[in-house]
């Protein structure tokens, strides 16, 4: 409790000196929520939809809302290695799809190539999938690399997207591998929008031969 009480002081410490404005409209300080309450009511909530993975395999897709409005903000603040965004959208997810957690076994967070993490100084997808590792008591461990340092999917046309990421991806070690097998493992990101880079991804995954893939993320772009 004694514990509690003063690590509330230091964060409330720490807002004071580095204060967190609200994501959307950049006027109200929010603290680590992130978001003021009008901008929090404007995120659109979605529905999930599937990935193919193979002509035979499809993956469920779960987003906590659509890639619109403030989301928008939140998700580009990783360029600014902004790493309380990161944690905000874990939140999001352990907020909105907290009923899923019984379908998991292992999370897989979608990897950076190491000179990118390094100039960031952090991996979006591992920081959030560390969070809700800690909420939902599920394993989170480093699985696989991104050897490729692939371009910016923005900045690819959606026709050359997964070609851009084809064979980015190897595993950390043979054990590694072993370990999620007849697993249900949960890949988690930031943003899905063509899921180019969750089918390379899966595609090496598959080769452990897990029980179950699906997807996380804390926002879907409706708008292709």
Request: proline share 3%; net charge positive; glycine share 4%.
């Amino acid at each position: 409790m004694i514990f509690k009480k003063i690590l509330s002081i230091f964060r409330t410490i720490i807002e004071l000196l580095y204060p967190i404005y609200c994501y959307g409209c950049r006027y109200e300080w929010v603290g680590e929520k992130g978001l003021c309450l009008q901008c929090e009511q404007s995120l659109q909530p979605v529905v999930s939809t599937i990935c193919q993975l193979t002509e035979t395999k499809k993956i469920p897709v779960f987003a906590a809302y659509a890639y619109r409005g403030p989301l928008c903000d939140i998700i580009r603040a990783k360029k600014r290695s902004d790493i309380c965004a990161a944690r905000l959208l874990g939140r999001m997810i352990d907020e909105v799809l907290y009923e899923l957690r019984g379908q998991i076994d292992y999370f897989v967070s979608v990897p950076l190539h190491q000179t990118r993490q390094a100039e960031r100084g952090f991996n979006q997808a591992q920081v959030m999938a560390e969070l809700l590792s800690e909420r939902w008591k599920i394993p989170c461990e480093e699985i696989v690399l991104r050897k490729k340092n692939t371009k910016y999917q923005a900045s690819v046309s959606a026709i050359n997207r997964q070609k851009n990421v084809e064979d980015a991806f190897e595993w950390v070690d043979d054990e590694a591998k072993k370990r999620l097998f007849k697993k249900r493992i949960c890949i988690v990101d930031d943003l899905f929008t063509t899921g180019s880079t969750v089918r390379s991804l899966g595609h090496l995954l598959m080769q452990a031969r897990p029980e179950s893939i699906m997807v996380m993320v804390a926002a879907r772009a409706i708008d292709l």
